[in-house]
Every structure is written in structure tokens, then in C-alpha cells.
């Protein structure tokens, strides 16, 4: 009896130096975050711009906030982020709602915000929000999209909350002025270099809706309509000659639900004379992304992009 009495009392000073450790790990691990550079902790402590842009790498590589700051005179915030969707951008919306609402929102669409696709399109990477969960529920309710063991996870461990955040805080201070810095262009990346490949048919590599996705990308629809803010849901060019009705039947069961329509770029520099605006198919380099900005900014301007007629781009850059 002594015995097992000696087991079980092991057994719990075990448990509580792990406790403890994994405690005083998480609290210095959240001080060291929250004065890290990053989109995540800026979109939950210090965004106050007037227009903010959210979106997958396409958001990220397309606006460029000096443009849209010069044409319009507001400020200006982009936090595209690459591989991420829908899910992860209505949750960087709701962090920044708990504490700041924009005046505008640019929502870049894609494929992956709103059809079936790869693990690692889908949930795998909203682990990158953790930091978030214990300081907003809305986040939290979006990281346990990954699954029902996150919630133990999280209870189990406080430091589990940063495991997915290391190089980000890391990259931040040692690199605070580089071009992928939160803040080296408002988080705007511009990338260089010119396309050389063909001019062909978009490869149709998602087939099927995801009703969860466009279930949380009419909630981010809702969120803005709560708090009176103007939302742009755009669709940036691509270097390829769009196949399939995805897009219009999308776009057809937003404005039938809300009365937004998309402004529709995608084929605006579809065409071989434009091969030196993109660095691949799907992103344009600076050049191509200061000329899309510049429209944006004219449109903004001029009349905000709300009416239907002004839902397709020009082709006259």
C-alpha cells in the first residue's frame, strides 16, 4: 500500500512540474509573441487601417497598400497569406473585429475558398492561428475545425498554442524590414521575375463545392453587413483561360443571397502580349500586381465597385 501510495504521489509531482513548466513555457512563449511581427498578433492588437485586404497568396502578392493608400486616402492593410482559405481568413477578420472595424474590406476569392480540396488547402494549416485561441472564441471555434481532439489538446497544453509559430515570431525579429515582413509594405509581398511558360487552359483540379467553406464565406459576407462595412469580393487576373462555371455559379449564389457581385479580373491579362505581369499562372509579379492595384484604386475612387455594371474589368491596361 505504501508502495502505491509513493507511485501516485510521483505520479502527481510529475504531473504538476509538467503543468507548471508547460504554463511559465506558455506565458513567456505568448510575451515573446505578442511583440513579434506578424500579421496574426497585428490583425489581433494593432490594426486600425481604413481598408484592409484578405485572401490566399493571391491577396498577398496582388494589392499593393501604397497605391491604394495614394488613390483613395485611406490606410491601408493587406493580409493575404499563402496556402491559407476561407476559414482562416474569417478568422483574422473576427480578430481584427474584436477591437477595430475597417471602413472597407477586399476579399480575394479563389478556388480554395469555397471547393473540396487537399488536406493541406482545407484545415491542416489553421494551426498557424493558435496563438489566438485562448484570447478570442471566434478563432477558437475555427481552430476546432481541425478536429475534436484540438479542444484537449488545448487543454492539455498551453504551450501547443505556439508549437505552429516558431520561425514566424523567429523571422520577425531577425528580419524586420524584408520584403515577406509583416510590415515591410503593409503585408503586401511583391515578387519578380516573368512567366515563360504557354498560355493555356486552367487545369481543373477541384471538381466538387465544399458546402462548409461557402457556409463560413457567407458568414464573413454577414460579419461585414453587421458592422456597415463596405466588402469587395474580388478575383485577381490569372495567366490562364479560365474553364468551367465554378466561378459563375458562385458569384450567381452570392449576389442572388447578398447583392454583391464579384468583380471579376480573372481574364483581364489572359492574353500572350501580357506574359511579363506574371511570375507564374496564378500570381503576378510587381509590375502586373501595380497595374491591378491601380485599377482597384480607380474603382474605389470613382465608385466604390458596387454597381453591377462595373463587375468585369477592362481589357486596357
Known amino acids: 500500500m505504501k508502495a502505491f501510495c509513493k507511485i501516485l504521489l510521483g505520479a502527481a509531482v ?23 511581427r506578424t500579421k496574426l498578433e497585428y490583425a489581433a492588437e494593432g490594426c486600425d487601417e481604413q481598408l484592409l485586404i484578405f485572401g490566399y497568396s493571391r491577396a498577398q502578392h496582388h494589392y499593393a497598400p501604397e497605391i491604394l493608400s495614394e488613390a483613395t486616402g485611406m490606410s491601408v492593410y493587406n493580409f493575404g497569406t499563402g496556402g491559407q482559405n476561407i476559414y482562416y481568413h474569417y478568422a483574422l477578420l473576427n480578430a481584427v473585429l474584436a477591437h477595430h472595424t475597417p471602413e472597407t474590406v477586399i476579399l480575394e476569392l ?5 471547393m473540396q480540396t487537399p488536406s493541406r488547402f482545407d484545415r491542416d494549416k489553421l494551426g498557424k492561428l493558435a496563438p489566438l485561441y485562448y484570447r478570442n472564441d471566434s478563432v477558437a471555434s475555427v481552430i476546432r475545425l481541425r478536429g475534436p481532439e484540438e479542444r484537449y489538446k488545448f487543454a492539455l497544453s498551453h504551450l501547443y498554442a505556439y508549437n505552429s509559430t516558431a520561425w514566424d515570431i523567429l523571422y520577425g525579429k531577425l528580419f524586420p524590414d524584408s520584403d515577406n515582413s509583416t510590415f515591410g509594405h503593409n503585408g503586401y509581398v511583391p515578387i519578380d521575375g516573368q512567366y515563360d511558360g504557354a498560355l493555356k487552359e486552367a487545369t481543373d483540379d477541384y471538381t466538387l463545392f465544399d458546402a462548409s467553406k461557402i457556409a463560413c464565406l457567407e458568414r464573413f459576407i454577414e460579419r461585414c453587413r453587421e ?30 443571397r447578398y447583392g454583391i457581385e464579384i468583380l471579376d479580373c480573372e481574364q483581364l ?3 500572350l502580349e501580357y506574359a511579363d505581369c506574371f511570375k507564374d499562372e496564378l500570381h503576378m509579379n510587381r509590375k502586373g500586381a501595380e497595374f ?8 474605389l475612387k470613382q465608385s466604390g465597385i458596387r454597381n453591377p455594371e462595373e463587375t468585369h474589368c477592362e481589357r486596357q491596361p
Do not use: C, K, N, Q
Open 269 to 271: 491579362l489572359a492574353r
Open 227 to 256: 458592422r456597415e462595412i463596405d466588402l469587395i469580393i474580388a478575383i485577381s487576373p490569372a495567366y490562364h483561360i479560365r474553364t468551367g462555371d465554378r466561378v459563375e455559379r458562385i458569384a450567381e449564389r452570392i449576389y442572388s
Open 110 to 114: 479563389g478556388h480554395i475558398d469555397y
Open 14 to 36: 510529475i504531473t504538476a512540474g509538467f503543468l507548471a513548466a508547460d504554463r511559465l513555457g506558455a506565458r513567456l512563449a505568448g510575451h515573446i509573441y505578442a511583440g513579434s
Open 292 to 299: 491591378y492595384t491601380r485599377l482597384i484604386a480607380r474603382r
